[in-house]
């Protein structure tokens, strides 16, 4: 268990504050070469978040100081070790053999029911130009450790609300729900933050908005009323290729009465055109009468989609417009799920001998034991 640091995190603020003082002292004497910085950016907050090193002139450098912020940077540090060497590297190997398509550039890649699971659609799709992420799951407010006064707290509960998809690989959305709306580190924010500078990429731009009834993203303004389905536009750089991405995260519900009361979200969707879909660990929602609309939109814009078998039913990818390749085994659906259990797809694993996989996907985050389907548009 963490131990409460407080008094660290409250001298970290104080030295904060006195080189403010100091360099506005300075400042009567002789121009400052540089003014720091009020806010730390986005990128600084993503890295400390994450906990990795930032710039020596961030407002965040103090904090790196506290032994609450040194061991939040260890367990993250072995936690994405260990997430790389079980998972990875071993999905980089059967991508570049089996999957190479993958790797292309997409205009866009809709990773539907996704909550904040940057990590797998980027692994799948790094090259997409545009990703869009929704779930039932608010934003947050930005998160500012400068302002948390429990900083060991804080950070042990994004650990929390990381740990079931750094060592499974999927959220529990319970246990989510949980860490997510304690006081410090709430919502998504934190989690895309970390997924991405662990990703290697680096923020260049954030904007809070909501997209309107028509499906136009609208920037929150100062008195601004915003719209019904609230998200964020994080734009950042791919550091090894040096592109420029852009993700959308929306707080939005697209079951078929969802979609209907809030239009915005699969407007603004159907304004990116057709590109990749991605579906993982997604409660077998689409089996079900009441998400239909959303499963014939991503059947409708996309070209090619992966997915385990909790996604689309095979029955809705007709044979005459798609081919499907098979990876891994098909044991059928985890116990909570077993209703959904699919004897069309244990007749396609039995007759295509597909080859295994080496990495855990969805429910079944044991290797032997997951699936995984491309579907591809003919």
């Not at 504050?17 to 300075?26: C, D, I, K, P, Y």
């Not at 996704?114 to 779930?135: E, H, N, R, T, W």
């Not at 060991?152 to 529990?172: D, V």
Request: charged share 20%; proline share 7%; glycine share 8%.
């Amino acid at each position: 268990m963490k131990m409460n640091h407080t008094l660290s995190a409250v001298v970290g603020l104080v030295i904060v504050g006195v080189l403010r003082a100091s360099a506005q002292q300075n400042s009567e004497i002789a121009p400052a070469p540089r003014a720091m910085p009020v806010a730390a950016g986005p990128n600084d907050m993503a890295r400390f978040l994450a906990g990795m090193p930032v710039p020596e002139n961030s407002p965040l450098a103090p904090l790196m100081r506290d032994p609450a912020w040194q061991e939040h940077a260890a367990f993250f540090e072995r936690e994405f070790s260990k997430l790389n060497l079980r998972q990875l590297q071993k999905l980089h190997a059967w991508q570049e053999t089996y999957f190479p398509e993958s790797l292309r550039p997409v205009p866009v890649a809709f990773y539907m029911f996704s909550g904040p699971d940057f990590l797998y659609v980027d692994q799948f799709f790094p090259k997409a130009a545009v990703y869009v992420l929704c779930g039932k799951e608010g934003l947050g407010p930005p998160p500012d450790p400068l302002r948390i006064a429990n900083l060991s707290g804080a950070l042990g509960n994004l650990e929390n609300a990381m740990k079931s998809s750094l060592n499974t690989t999927y959220f529990i959305t319970k246990d989510m729900k949980i860490d997510l709306h304690e006081q410090n580190l709430n919502g998504v924010l934190p989690i895309l933050y970390a997924f991405i500078a662990r990703a290697d990429k680096s923020i260049t731009n954030v904007a809070f908005g909501s997209l309107n009834s028509s499906g136009a993203f609208e920037e929150a303004g100062s008195g601004k009323k915003g719209g019904s389905v609230p998200g964020v536009r994080i734009k950042y750089t791919d550091n090894p290729s040096g592109d420029s991405q852009t993700l959308y995260y929306f707080t939005t519900d697209i079951s078929d009465g969802g979609i209907k009361a809030t239009p915005g979200f699969l407007k603004f969707c159907q304004r990116l055109g057709v590109g990749s879909s991605f579906l993982k660990s997604s409660s077998y929602l689409m089996f079900e009468n009441g998400f239909a609309t959303i499963r014939n939109f991503i059947l409708e814009h996309s070209n090619r989609i992966v997915q385990d078998d909790s996604g689309i039913p095979v029955a809705y990818l007709d044979p005459n417009k798609w081919n499907l390749r098979l990876f891994g085994a098909y044991l059928g659906p985890i116990d909570l799920f077993k209703q959904h259990h699919q004897p069309r797809l244990q007749e396609l694993f039995a007759q295509s001998n597909p080859q295994p996989l080496e990495f855990g996907f969805g429910y079944r985050w044991n290797y032997k034991e997951a699936n995984l389907i491309v579907a591809e548009r003919k």
